[in-house]
């Protein structure tokens, strides 16, 4: 075993609680969706068809009443909108997964990174469910379906671990002060806006680029636009870029969480 | 897959020196607001209780101990650093063996789910994989005398059905030791005497029982050895009769009117 404050040791140990609880992990995944698609008529298809309406009224809105002269806005828009969605709602759902399972952190002696894990891959399934929504919009609009697509794997794992290392962060802040979920929901909307979703990097003025280069996200989603909206493949800079922030962000997150989850019991 | 929990044949709890300090704080603060609040007024005040004060004990393989004390001597406490949900402020603690903590029963259930589903995750929350699991589903279900509500959300069950089917979890499965924390209280007679006959077939099979209960009788007609708490430390250790006497002298003052 490494020191238990050595980077490796902390990565490590995440692999290691993943894999050996697996089957918990799915488990309890499948229970947050099972849950949240109870007692509703069309039940998992909701995981379809939110992102669908969602899309529906983006493409109403964007090319018929606001235009800002982008070709296919929807698709541009949404390229990077649905994984945005697939974080901000990881965070904000995540956010009570220690607190939440509290009665049970409680009473089960029990790996507590199961429950962040589980939290995000339940959304990761919610993820991949909205990209069929988007193909059938990329067809539907005419938009040349590229091979690019194919590429998605790659932005897809880096943006797993940047949500999964601020879910931890998050989760375990939470759980010493209740503030966090709700300051959560106002630093999500600032971040928003201050990430190019809505517009292109290239609309903010020069001199202020920098400053939204320091925003680690725009490296883990950058690689969706360029493969569904332009068809290209990013530069390995760029590529380096969303794992360098991904890999920083699980380690810091999950360092955290590592540090304090022996006094979760104590405050949930 | 080979079980790695098969290659245990001796299982053993040992605790050295453990002491588990609670800081209460009063009126601890909840928000960031209260916390500077009371920070800058240096309110923040607290104390630090020991739950458990310098414990040390040793639980050879397929012993039968009682724990016994008044309310609030840290009956709970030990059973849970022995279960790992707490992580002692000081001393060692050694646990070998697979464990079935039967702490306040049902902790893993979600009133959502249907009992199939709960015992499914119950399961694995304790460690056992899938294929564990649904190899003795069926087993867990006459057990626990479900029936056809097995497929129905466990809100709906009576707290005795719930009851049932933790207990019928947390001992199908096989554990080395077994952690029980007075949850015999609940359910039926017959449903009790089924409990303990199955309690009684795990010390048969030679199995480390850990068992807290309020009631004299079940200790000594159950237990090779009990130990009785006092203030998060230990008072008495031995046979269950001696242990049982000096139990009711200690509370005899608290009938008497001072």
């Given amino acids: 075993m490494p020191s238990p404050d050595s980077e490796l040791s902390i990565l490590y140990e995440l692999i290691r609680s993943s894999f050996r609880y697996r089957e918990l992990i799915w488990a309890l995944a499948l229970k947050e969706l099972k849950l949240r698609y109870k007692r509703s008529v069309l039940g998992f298809l909701w995981a379809l068809l939110n992102p669908a309406l969602m899309m529906a009224v983006l493409t109403l809105v964007f090319s018929t009443i606001l235009r800002f002269g982008i070709p296919h806005y929807a698709i541009f828009l949404l390229s990077v909108l649905l994984p945005w969605t697939f974080f901000s709602q990881s965070l904000s759902y995540a956010v009570d997964c220690v607190v939440g399972n509290g009665e049970l952190i409680k009473k089960v002696s029990v790996p507590k990174l199961v429950f962040p894990v589980a939290a995000v891959v339940s959304n990761i399934i919610n993820l991949l469910l909205s990209f069929v929504p988007m193909a059938l919009l990329v067809l539907a609009m005419r938009h040349p379906f590229y091979g690019t697509w194919l590429y998605l794997p790659v932005p897809i794992l880096a943006l797993v671990l940047f949500t999964l290392g601020m879910t931890c962060l998050f989760a375990t802040a939470n759980v010493f002060y209740r503030d966090v979920s709700h300051i959560l929901q106002v630093v999500l909307s600032a971040w928003f806006y201050f990430t190019p979703i809505i517009y292109a990097l290239d609309f903010v003025p020069p001199r202020l680029q920098w400053l939204f280069k320091l925003n680690p996200i725009i490296y883990v989603i950058n690689g969706f636009r360029l493969a569904i909206y332009w068809g290209q493949l990013p530069r390995w800079q760029s590529i380096a870029a969303s794992f360098i922030c991904g890999v920083s962000a699980l380690f810091i997150g999950c360092a955290i969480f590592q540090r304090y989850q022996d006094k979760f019991v104590f405050y949930v | ?258």
């Fill in chain 2, 1 to 258: 897959m080979s079980d790695p929990r098969r290659w245990v044949t001796q299982s053993v709890v040992k605790l050295e020196n453990v002491t588990q300090c609670f800081r209460v704080i009063q009126e601890r603060p909840d928000s960031l607001r209260e916390l500077f609040a009371k920070f800058f007024r240096h309110q923040v005040s607290y104390h630090d209780f020991n739950a458990i004060r310098d414990l040390s004990l040793e639980v050879p393989c397929g012993q039968m101990l009682g724990i016994i004390g008044r309310n609030g001597s840290g009956k709970s406490t030990l059973l849970k650093i022995i279960a790992g949900v707490y992580k002692p402020t000081a001393g060692q603690v050694r646990v070998e063996g697979t464990l079935a903590p039967l702490i306040e029963l049902g902790a893993g259930f979600h009133h959502e789910l249907t009992g199939r589903e709960n015992i499914l995750l119950n399961g694995l929350l304790m460690g056992y994989s899938k294929q564990d699991m649904k190899a003795r589903e069926q087993s867990i279900i006459e057990f626990a005398e479900i029936g056809e509500f097995i497929d129905a959300p466990i809100k709906q069950y009576s707290s005795g059905m719930q009851t049932r089917l933790a207990f019928a979890v947390a001992t199908e499965v096989d554990p080395d030791i077994l952690i029980v924390d007075e949850i015999l209280a609940v359910g039926d007679e017959s449903f009790q005497q089924k409990c303990f006959a199955r309690i009684e077939k795990f010390r048969s099979a030679g199995k480390t029982i850990l068992f807290v209960t309020h009631n004299m009788n079940q200790v000594t007609e159950h237990c090779d050895r009990v130990i009785l708490l006092e203030r998060g430390s230990m008072i008495a250790d031995g046979q269950p009769q001696e242990v049982v006497s000096s139990y009711k002298h200690l509370t005899v003052p608290d009938l008497t009117p001072a």
